[in-house]
């Protein structure tokens, strides 16, 4: 089955600088990459996605880029505000089946 | 849309107990996943369900679990004889169809404590 590593585990900037979160998947022919926020508490919410045909999305401060050769996907947050502070996670699925979840990120912005 | 409702929100069980986690998926939405998150932990698949059928159950412990979504009303998540390590959040999550690129949506999760 899919198997998603997601580094670092933990992640502390200062306001105002960029964070960025790696993930690498096993499965080649994984073809959707969502990520998830978590805040304390509540439930992950959707922060932003891509498909295996785009290589970068961008949404305002958030930006997902993706390298299908090497299997890896990362998080790029810009201008890091204190409300960024959370869990990321990342995922992968491979064809129409589950999503398999990376161990997650805790992002802390440092005022 | 309400989104994805569980409850209880939180649920105490002793040992032995039984445990049923509720699930409504958003309106429209006919595929339902549940998850358990362990403290400082991810997410873990356990099942995905669509309405009357159980598609991948490879995440569900072999004994003592089970679920379903029925025809009408929320899927269930059954837990029997809980012990102290079923304590977690589970979280249940929906999406309109089964896509490659279709977005899941989770609901807030229940609390189980088994004392």
């Known amino acids: 089955g899919e198997n998603v590593e997601q580094h670092p585990s933990t992640l502390s900037v200062q306001e105002g600088d960029s964070a960025v979160i790696k993930c690498t998947y096993s499965?080649?022919?994984?073809?959707?990459f969502p990520w998830y926020k978590q805040e304390l508490g509540k439930r992950p919410q959707l922060i932003i996605d891509i498909r295996s045909n785009v290589g970068e999305k961008k949404d305002q401060r958030i930006a997902v880029t993706l390298n299908k050769t090497a299997k890896h996907f990362s998080l790029h947050i810009t201008e890091t505000q204190p409300e960024d502070s959370a869990v990321y996670f990342c995922a992968a699925r491979f064809g129409n089946e589950k999503l398999t979840f990376g161990t997650g990120t805790r992002l802390t912005i440092i005022p | 849309n309400a989104g994805v409702m569980q409850n209880p929100r939180h649920l105490v069980r002793r040992r032995g107990q039984e445990a049923r986690l509720r699930c409504s998926p958003m309106k429209g939405h006919s595929h339902v996943y549940w998850y358990r998150q362990l403290p400082e932990e991810g997410l873990k698949f356990m099942v995905y369900?669509?309405?009357?059928?159980?598609?991948?159950e490879s995440g569900m412990p072999k004994e003592r679990f089970s679920a379903e979504f029925p025809k009408e009303g929320p899927s269930i998540l059954r837990i029997q004889q809980v012990v102290r390590g079923d304590s977690a959040a589970y979280f249940c999550a929906s999406c309109r169809n089964r896509g490659h690129d279709e977005k899941l949506f989770f609901g807030s999760g229940t609390q189980l404590s088994v004392l």
């Open positions: 499965d080649s022919a994984s073809n959707y």
């Open positions: 369900l669509q309405k009357e059928n159980i598609i991948d």
